[in-house]
Every structure is written in C-alpha cells, then in structure tokens.
C-alpha cells in the first residue's frame, strides 16, 4: 500500500515551458486534491476533485489545468510555466463520509523551480 | 469567512522539554479539527483529528490536542519533545461552506534544541 506517490520528485523548468505533474493514489479514495506551498503563505489549494470525472477550482486556479483520469490519478499541468509557479506541490487524496472529508493524505511533493 | 490561526511562526523548546503549539479558529457550529506535521523534505502526516465527543484527542507520536469551544482553540501537546519532533506543525479546519475542503492555518515551526 504506496498511499499517495507523485512523480516526478524534482524538476527545473524555463519559462514557457510546459509539464504535468503526476499523482496517484491507492486507498481507493473519491476525493483528490492538488495544492502549492510557498514560504510563509501555508497550503493554498489550486484544484480538487471530488470524484471522478468532475474538478473544481480551489483558491489559486490561474496558469493550472487538471485532470481527473480515474479514481486513482489525478495530474496537475502546467501549459506555460512562469517564475511565479516555482514552489512545492502536494497531492492529497482524503477520505469521505456521504461527502464529508474526514482525512487528508498527502503525497511526498514536487519540487518545481522555474527560471 | 472561517479562519485558522496560529499565532506563532516560530517556536524553540528544549528537548525533554513540554510544548503546546496554539491553533484557533473561527466557526460557529461544532468544527472538525486536524493536526498535520511536516518533517523537512516530506509531506504533511495527519497527527490527530477532533470530530465530535471527547474534548481530549490522543494522537500518534505522542500528541495530544484539546477542543475548548469557549476559547475557539484546539491546541497541540506533547508533554517531552524529542528532537525529532522538529518540523512544521500545521492547523486545518474542514471548510463548512464546502465540506469537501480544508482551510489551513499558516504553520507552526518547531525547533528542538539538544
């Protein structure tokens, strides 16, 4: 039982450039997450899921797409990287009861740095 | 709009020593309460959870947390640190308006001394 991987762990990007962070999730969880976190500024959720074949935005959607491919992936892409989306993101799977998240699990983070 | 906060960014502690890292939070009704920690490096580790019954929350590695509901506070114990309990503490209460969410306190950062 891996939990929630992510991949890839590191990555340097130049601007304009584009990728997709990956993330699964095995605990056969229906709610995915993806957040940032910068220096100061906490966890700031930028898209979820909550179940499969449906996203919704978080608090700092702009510059992000995602896609939920079933119930355990869901990736993070990055069309046009910009200097400003250099910070770790975490994927987050939870558990729910009748659509109340009880917990929280996160993946171990990708390293983003944009030049 | 609800809100969580942790007052202090920064706290040093002996090791051996007791430590209580503060969380409060803005809600009417009956919130459900976490705590995670963050090893340098790593991903957020759920510690505990307050949901409903017992104020008193035991959780993994030794802490503990108590919900006062007159104070809006659910603060994190543990009664001698190791140094290995180092890390970023984070608070998050689950978002009434969207349950599917949670709303995140700022983080607490804990140094050990030896």
């Known amino acids: 039982n891996a939990g929630v991987t992510q991949t890839p762990k590191f990555q340097v990007l130049k601007t304009g450039q584009s990728m997709t962070l990956q993330c699964a999730q095995d605990m056969n969880h229906n709610s995915m997450y993806w957040y940032r976190q910068d220096p100061g500024m906490g966890l700031r959720l930028i898209y979820y899921s909550a179940s499969e074949g449906t996203t919704d935005k978080g608090e700092v959607p702009n510059g992000y797409n995602v896609s939920r491919l079933n119930k355990r992936e869901f990736s993070l892409r990055l069309e046009s990287a910009a200097p400003s989306q250099t910070s770790v993101y975490f994927c987050?799977?939870?558990?729910?009861?009748?659509?109340?998240?009880?917990?929280?699990?996160f993946g171990p983070g990708t390293r983003l740095l944009v030049l | 709009a609800q809100s969580v906060t942790q007052p202090d960014i920064h706290i040093t502690v002996s090791e051996g020593a007791s430590l209580e890292l503060r969380c409060n939070y803005s809600y009417g009704a009956t919130p459900y309460l976490f705590w995670y920690v963050q090893s340098p490096g790593q991903g957020l580790q759920l510690l505990l959870k307050y949901f409903s019954g017992d104020t008193l929350v035991q959780g993994i590695k030794g802490f503990e947390a108590e919900f006062k509901r007159s104070q809006s506070s659910f603060n994190l114990r543990k009664p001698s640190v190791h140094w290995s309990d180092a890390a970023e503490y984070f608070c998050?209460?689950?978002?009434?308006?969207?349950?599917?969410?949670?709303?995140w306190g700022l983080g607490t950062s804990l140094a050990v001394n030896p």
């Open positions: 998050a209460v689950r978002n009434a308006g969207n349950n599917r969410k949670l709303i």
């Open positions: 987050a799977s939870s558990e729910d009861s009748r659509g109340l998240v009880t917990s929280q699990y």
